[in-house]
């Protein structure tokens, strides 16, 4: 932090852990019976994950699991995936916010929504997370 405000890093880390892109990933199979919290899940069965429900856990996160917060000391998310299924992407990604969101908003340092964030809707479906359109006043 310098002089009060946070890195752009602290930032975009909070929104990929609120937020990820993908809020459901598509369908794995049980490769063998398994037991899972109580609930069997018979070989063959399908699985849906949810990344974006890890990432509002509050035995990881805590009380406020369910509140944007950058100065959050957990970085860790499922954002880009883990272990063998992680992106291998996600640097590539980082480094693309860490570029692309300090030049826009130096460039339009007024920027604001030009609708309510009601108004914004999401992406159709339950595999990616997201607004279907961001219309933004630039002055």
């Not at 009380?63 to 996600?90: I, L, Q, V, W």
Request: proline share 10%; with cysteine.
């Amino acid at each position: 932090m310098l002089d009060g405000r946070l890195g752009w890093a602290e930032v975009i880390e909070e929104v990929l852990r609120f937020e990820p892109s993908i809020a459901h990933a598509p369908l794995r199979y049980a490769v063998q019976d398994l037991v899972l919290g109580g609930v069997t899940i018979a070989e063959g069965d399908p699985i849906l994950s949810c990344p974006a429900g890890a990432n509002r856990d509050p035995a990881v996160y805590g009380d406020s699991a369910d509140e944007f917060d950058p100065t959050r000391p957990n970085k860790e998310h499922m954002a880009f995936g883990y272990g063998a299924h992680r992106c291998p992407g996600a640097p590539l990604a980082r480094l693309e916010a860490q570029v692309a969101l300090p030049t826009l908003f130096r460039r339009f340092p007024k920027m604001k929504l030009a609708v309510s964030p009601e108004e914004l809707g999401t992406v159709p479906g339950f595999i990616a997370n997201g607004h279907d359109r961001l219309p933004v006043f630039l002055k």
